[in-house]
């Protein structure tokens, strides 16, 4: 069964930094697209940051400049490097990795607090 398991996430005042990481582990084969997805309460899902295996990034704009997402796919990491956090970034931050050619997968970490405090 596959794992991810993530960690970094807690409480920082804004102008703050925090570094998330996800590990997936017990994957046959490498994902597609490694990335960072958030929920703040009563908002939907939505993206972070992803990236593929090749290295190419999809950042959303609410982030941009002050978040860069990395992965080292030999050890099936995603990490996200969170620099300028603002309150409006406090949610529950979800790693998924997924992967579009066969056997296709989509799975999602169970979750990291990130509050950050005016």
């Known amino acids: 069964q596959v794992q991810l398991v993530e960690s970094g996430g807690g409480l920082v005042q804004a102008g703050g930094s925090l570094r998330l990481s996800c590990e997936a582990s017990?994957?046959?084969?490498?994902?597609?697209?490694m990335g960072w997805y958030r929920q703040a309460p009563g908002k939907q899902r939505e993206l972070v940051a992803d990236?593929?295996?090749?290295?190419?990034?999809n950042i959303a704009d609410s982030v941009k400049g002050r978040f860069t997402v990395s992965r080292d796919t030999a050890k099936n990491t995603v990490y996200l490097q969170m620099n300028s956090l603002k309150p409006e970034d406090t949610a529950v931050y979800y790693c998924n990795v997924k992967r579009l050619g066969l056997p296709i997968y989509d799975y999602w970490g169970q979750g990291t607090q990130v509050t950050v405090s005016s």
């Open positions: 990236i593929t295996r090749d290295g190419r990034t």
């Open positions: 017990r994957i046959m084969l490498s994902p597609s697209t």
